[in-house]
């Protein structure tokens, strides 16, 4: 059974930096591509960073150089540490992870909550 369980959302300051965490169990970790996607109230669910099983990395524009992924496949877990948080990076953050041949591996854990405000 797969399982991704993400971890780390909360409340924080405009200004302040979270780290979230997403741990998989029941894919191979190692060779999926594993991505963060955000949903914030009344919008849809959007990209913010994917990290390929080669290490490259792809972020939304609106996060490029606030937000890094990383992963550590000997812990099957996968990383987003965000700083410079702004208000609209307010959301409901998923972690999912895709293999990279059969693509109706794809799979989503059930989000963890970031709220920016002062």
């Known amino acids: 059974q797969v399982q991704l369980v993400e971890s780390g959302g909360g409340l924080v300051q405009p200004g302040g930096s979270l780290r979230l965490s997403c741990a998989a169990s029941g894919i191979s970790f190692n060779i999926n591509t594993m991505g963060w996607y955000r949903q914030a109230p009344g919008k849809e669910r959007e990209l913010v960073a994917v990290m390929y099983s080669s290490g490259a990395t792809d972020y939304a524009d609106s996060v490029k150089g606030r937000f890094t992924i990383s992963r550590d496949n000997a812990k099957n877990t996968v990383y987003l540490q965000m700083s410079s948080l702004k208000p609209e990076d307010t959301a409901v953050y998923y972690c999912?992870?895709?293999?990279?041949?059969?693509?109706?591996?794809?799979?989503w854990g059930k989000g963890t909550l970031v709220t920016v405000s002062s």
């Open positions: 999912n992870a895709r293999h990279p041949v059969f693509k109706y591996r794809n799979y």
